[in-house]
């Protein structure tokens, strides 16, 4: 396995333009305002670093999935958060490449934050000419965006093929670093795995149930264990693709037996699975489906929490923040992973007791099932 440097490795930054790829897709609300600033504070340490360095920072990034979303309130929150000069290129790649000049004007020391990579449908179709024309814009090459670097577009895996020089940055370091704990996690330790979509943590189920001592499986994943147990589970949601699943059921895989419905009266109640009827929508695991293992789950000394255990979005967050509560103590190593899973532990204030939370939702689940990513396969 080839060596990944960090940026920490780079020499004689001075006066060299570094074109930084990060992770600034954060969520805005409905009036436009950033609703969660958490990826935006973990890219700090590595432009402060490159800053001190007197490099010409320049960063790319993408927003949303509308190409008419624009990076301004990320530049509105950088200047608020930082004390270098900053500038702001709006509209970099619309109609890509009328917009697009050379940015030489940059000083040493400065930042400038270009447009919204996503405004030209060439990033996603991973362009070898737009790339190669962001490329042309720097000497050296940095990904700090672990969030997108299983995403095969333009800026991850194309345009680092036209530098000799180019390194991860320190928060991707970081979340290398935390993978390794997850593949490592040693005795008493608990994943939890929710989320919707069973075709993405069946290979993340494979990779680690082995080196957990207990794993908890809950939202459209535990329902696919239902259906596959011969259970009742009314209208919700499961994969028919993935109903044999005979080499999952092992002694340290839990499945959580109490779940919390939705009735076809919009009632929410709890049941157990065994009593859940035709017209029933499973959108949450009960609280009261642990007390069986809460001794292990009071005992953990080492915990990877990703996704949640209900749908989320609709406030069915029960059995998510009944085991966060529990779980993020200062007594454990927590690791946690996941957008929504981030959003509850915030939520709580638990976060100070969250000893690491990933930018990275598909991204780290790819990583530790696979090894390496593909943008990371290009530094």
């Not at 960090?6 to 805005?28: H, Q, Y």
């Not at 800053?51 to 990076?71: T, Y």
């Not at 979509?197 to 239902?226: C, D, Q, R, V, Y």
């Amino acid at each position: 396995m080839k060596k990944i440097k960090s940026i920490k490795e780079a020499k004689n930054l001075e006066g060299k333009r570094v074109l930084v790829r990060v992770g600034v897709n954060v969520p805005l609300n409905e009036k436009g305002e950033i609703e969660s600033d958490f990826r935006l504070r973990k890219i700090l340490p590595t432009i402060e670093y490159l800053v001190e360095q007197k490099a010409k920072v320049i960063l790319i990034g993408h927003i949303g999935r509308d190409p008419e979303q624009n990076l301004e309130k990320v530049f509105e929150w950088l200047l608020g958060h930082t004390r270098y000069v900053l500038k702001f290129h709006k509209n970099t790649f619309k109609k890509f490449p009328e917009n697009f000049k050379d940015f030489s004007e940059i000083e040493n020391g400065e930042v400038l934050l270009l447009d919204n990579l996503r405004q030209s449908e060439l990033e996603k179709k991973n362009d070898k000419n737009f790339a190669q024309k962001i490329a042309e814009l720097g000497d050296i090459y940095v990904n700090e965006a672990f969030s997108v670097s299983h995403r095969e577009h333009a800026s991850m895996v194309r345009v680092p093929e036209f530098f000799e020089e180019k390194y991860i940055g320190l928060l991707f370091e970081k979340e290398i670093e935390q993978v390794q704990k997850i593949l490592k996690p040693g005795e008493n330790s608990v994943a939890i795995l929710g989320g919707a979509k069973i075709k993405t943590k069946l290979p993340l189920i494979e990779k680690i149930s082995e080196k957990f001592s207990l794993n908890i499986l809950g939202g459209g994943i535990a329902n696919n264990f239902f259906k596959f147990f011969g259970y009742e589970i009314g209208k919700s949601i499961y994969d028919e693709n993935f109903l044999d699943l005979e080499k999952y059921n092992k002694e340290n895989i839990f499945v959580p037996n109490i779940v919390i419905v939705e009735t076809e009266k919009g009632e929410r109640v709890e049941k157990e699975i065994s009593e859940v009827e035709k017209n029933d929508n499973i959108l949450d695991i009960s609280p009261n489906a642990f007390w069986e293992i809460e001794e292990k789950l009071k005992s953990a000394k080492f915990v990877f929490f990703n996704g949640p255990l209900g749908f989320y979005e609709a406030g069915y967050t029960a059995g998510t923040k009944y085991l966060l509560e529990i779980l993020a103590n200062p007594n454990n190593y927590f690791i946690a992973g996941g957008g929504d899973t981030a959003d509850v532990i915030f939520e709580l204030g638990l976060e100070k007791n969250v000893d690491w939370i990933s930018t990275g939702g598909g991204a780290l689940i790819d990583y530790i099932a696979d090894g390496s990513l593909p943008a990371l396969e290009k530094i």
